[in-house]
């Protein structure tokens, strides 16, 4: 997939007089089966997560709170997605580099991921990155 096909995913927001209600479910409003889900949190200011890609895995990344900004970067080019509600994410899949970057206090990431950990699936290094994605 191109950076150019990857937008924003516009979760159901379910609003009544006590709160909103956001839900997403594997194979409707994200194309994989959830395997498993992370946290990103308590991040130090100026400090930057990622900084890879993975060979296979797929994600869907949400800010749960606060605001950080998603770079996604496909060999070719490089986009950024700000992302500061909880109603919408991004669909980042395998073979996208990957940083996160300029978290605000506390800002809460939630990412919804195809597989299980797996530390042979990433790609830490950005001419490796590259040169694979050429091939
Ligand atoms: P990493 O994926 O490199 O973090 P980020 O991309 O957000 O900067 O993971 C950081 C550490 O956490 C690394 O030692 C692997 C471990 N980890 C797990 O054990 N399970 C997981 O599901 C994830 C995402 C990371």
Redesign the pocket.
């Known amino acids: 997939m191109k950076l150019s096909d990857i937008q924003k995913i516009q979760l159901p927001k379910i609003e009544d007089d006590r709160g909103n209600l956001s839900f997403v479910e594997s194979n409707n409003h994200i194309p994989f089966d959830i395997k498993?889900s992370?946290l990103?949190y308590d991040v130090p200011g100026g400090q930057i997560?990622?900084?890879?890609a993975y060979r296979t895995l797929n994600e869907f990344i949400i800010a749960l709170s606060g605001s950080f900004d998603l770079v996604l970067d496909d060999g070719d080019e490089r986009k950024v997605f700000s992302l500061n509600r909880s109603y919408y994410g991004i669909y980042v899949p395998k073979m996208i580099w990957?940083n996160?970057e300029n978290f605000s206090t506390n800002a809460v990431c939630l990412?919804l991921?195809s597989d299980y950990?797996n530390?042979n699936d990433?790609i830490r290094n950005y001419d490796e990155f590259k040169n694979i994605n050429n091939l």
């Open positions: 498993r992370y990103i997560r990622g900084g890879h990957k996160l990412v991921a950990y530390a990433y």
